[in-house]
């Protein structure tokens, strides 16, 4: 029999590669590619992504021989989980790979708003030593508000508590005792608007979360709020967002994620007040080896037909095991 042949369609770690080179035919395409995309899928019994790559019902129709799309990462909405579902395809994910990292750079964006980092170093380079002008705030006694306390929400939320914030959560699906575990006290999101200080999200996107910071709820924030959003694009509507800044209800953000990425043109982008990262979250090595370490590992699974713990969805005939975390 021929080796079944894994595609690696973006940038994973070396480990993830090592792992599946002896046992599988290892190939790489640039994901972002489309064409290059459907001119390799029609081969592959599995495909590896991170982001970037669109996996849509076209992809999967061209991958006819696919058994598996594995998500280096948490985050699955760049993959047509209905589609690959309909013909029979398992999604498998990292779940646990990034959060420590997705967290941290939650942490790191919030400070840099708070301290004008960016803007005052960038200034310094260009010879101007401007101390009064980059006054910050503390985080020490404000209120955070969290929305969304899953996995990445969590342990945001403990980093706050060890800066000594109050800590304030809206997540539908959690449980108060849940919250109150690490510190969070549940409101209503209405009630998180009105008293946060900052707010960081963590929630997917889906229907329900596409639009959840619009202009309406801009319009509800505490006025000198300062939003951070190292989730999803299009979880906070960026024109309404940008008008926010400028009219001064809103004091800063810190924004990683994008409703179009690459992104070029956000009105963010234009904003002093406004720290912006590429899609940085999981960027970290260690995140990055973890992520491939796990997807090289269900891959191996899907591929021989074991159960995968980390599968999103389970085709009818695939036995389901416990999940992770
Ligand atoms: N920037 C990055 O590189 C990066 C890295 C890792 C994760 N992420 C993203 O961060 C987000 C959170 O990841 P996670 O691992 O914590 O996910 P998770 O599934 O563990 O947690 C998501 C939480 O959101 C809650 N939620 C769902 N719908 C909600 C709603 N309408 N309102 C409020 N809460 C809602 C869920 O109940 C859950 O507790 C995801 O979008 C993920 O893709 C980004
Ligand atoms: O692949 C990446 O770097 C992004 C990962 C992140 O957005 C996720 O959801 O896991």
Redesign the pocket.
Known sequence: MSEQVVLIAEEIAAEARDALADDFDVRHVSGTDRAALLAALPEADAIIVR?ATRVDAEALAAGRRLSVVARA???V?NIDVEAATDRGVLVVNA?TA??V??AE?AVALLLAVSRHTVNAGTALREGRWERSRYTGVEIAGKTVGV????????LFAQRMAAFGARLIG?????TAERAARVGVSLVT?DQLLARSDFISL?????P??TG?LGAAELGRVKPGVRIVN???GGLVDEDALAAAITGGRVAGAGI??FAAEPCTDSPLLDLDAVVATP?????TAEAQAKAGVMVAENVRLALRGDPVADAVNRPAGRAATPAV?
Request: charged fraction near 15%; hydrophobic fraction near 35%; aromatic fraction near 4%.
């Open positions: 982001s990462g948490v985050g909405d779940p990034n959060v990292s997705a750079q929305i969304g306390l899953g996995r990445v929400g969590v809206y997540d539908p699906y959690a999101l963590h929630v997917p996107r889906t329900e979360t959840l190292t989730a999803r990683d994620v899609h940085l979250g999981a960027a975390g």
